[in-house]
């Protein structure tokens, strides 16, 4: 009887392991979420999820990308936010993912010479795409509901995904960052995609004209500025209408201001937004300081990135 009692209490535990953790191999449990392994492309890959609570996970779920910049790592890039997206993934039911890159760093289109993500040309695309596969196995997804943003080298990336999977991501935020003009060419979107661009004026890295991306005096690829990134979605998504600039009301006096321009009218469910942060740096507005001005420019907290990225992807 005690036998019996023990197979089936040991089959209560197996069967409860199983379904918290899916097929995915869970290394680590943390308060910003669950970091898995994966197997891909002759490499270990690493990323972190954070599920919303129990009682949002009985509906197809949104799944948001948030990628990290260039030095950063899957475990560190919430804390740039403050949580903030896994917030209100708690309280509107998505998923948000922090994937890692390959000596943190990501394959993104630029030539950056030096870095293992360009030099052994890391299918950094296709892992993100196998992280949606595996995801869609183990939970409920809304496969029209799929987004990415990320900072600097995670805003390029985010940039190529929606060039090299626009069947796949319905939207991209793309901060402090354009796409390369070695890229440029090869963007091709099989789909029209809603793009939101939020850059500083005063980006002391990825300079918001455009030109050399500098770091330390480290050259880190040629970009196409602001203003031809705008033009370029302008015209993929065949946006007809410009409504009038809005002005975020300025009421931190931190240095910089906030103008709004959002394109209208564009192709099927597409949609083009730009945040001009006048005065703001190489940086998440709403975010963390996380390294001097005098470095990376100012951080503007007249408006939250968070905040306003998801209430652009929601109403998609």
């Known amino acids: 009887m005690k ?19 899916g097929s995915m191999t869970n290394q680590e449990i943390s308060d910003d979420g669950n970091l898995f392994t994966m197997d891909w492309g002759g490499y270990e890959r690493q990323y972190l999820v954070h599920f919303p609570p129990k009682e ?29 997206f896994n ?35 890391i299918d950094d695309v296709g892992f993100i795409i196998a992280i949606i596969d595996q995801l869609k196995k183990d939970y ?32 991209a935020a793309i901060v402090t960052a354009t796409l390369s003009t070695n890229y440029l060419p090869k963007c091709n979107p099989t789909n029209p995609v809603a793009v939101m661009i939020m ?17 330390f005096k480290k050259v880190r690829g040629k970009i196409i500025s602001t203003d031809d990134y705008v033009d370029f979605w302008k015209n993929k998504n065949k ?19 906030v103008s709004i321009d959002t394109y209208s009218n564009c192709e099927l469910e597409s949609a083009l937004v730009l945040y001009r942060i006048e005065g703001g740096g190489h940086t998440w507005p709403g975010g963390n300081q996380y390294l001097g001005e005098w470095l990376i420019g100012k951080t503007s907290q007249e408006i939250n990135a968070c905040d306003e990225i998801w209430a652009f992807f929601k109403d998609l």
Not at 58 to 82: D, Q
Not at 199 to 214: A, H, L, R, S
């Open 3 to 21: 036998l019996k009692v023990s197979i089936v209490l040991v089959s209560v535990i197996i069967t409860y392991f199983l379904q918290s953790c």
């Open 56 to 84: 949002q996970m009985n509906k197809a779920l949104p799944i948001l990308f948030n990628i990290h910049g260039g030095g950063g790592t899957a475990k560190k890039t919430p804390s740039l936010t403050f949580g903030r």
């Open 87 to 121: 917030d209100l993934a708690d309280k509107d039911g998505f998923i948000v993912v922090y994937p890692e890159g390959i000596d943190k760093n990501w394959n993104d289109g630029r030539i950056l010479e030096g870095e293992r993500a360009w030099e052994e040309n």
């Open 140 to 171: 409920m997804i809304d496969s029209g509901k799929i987004f990415t943003t990320g900072m600097s080298n995670g805003g390029f990336m985010s940039s190529r995904l929606i060039c090299d999977r626009s069947d796949v991501f319905k939207g």
């Open 199 to 215: 850059n500083g004026t005063d980006d002391k890295i990825v300079p918001y004209n455009g030109g050399e991306v500098e770091v």
């Open 239 to 257: 946006c007809v209408d410009k409504l009038p600039t809005v002005t975020v009301p300025d009421i931190h006096n931190d240095g910089t201001s």
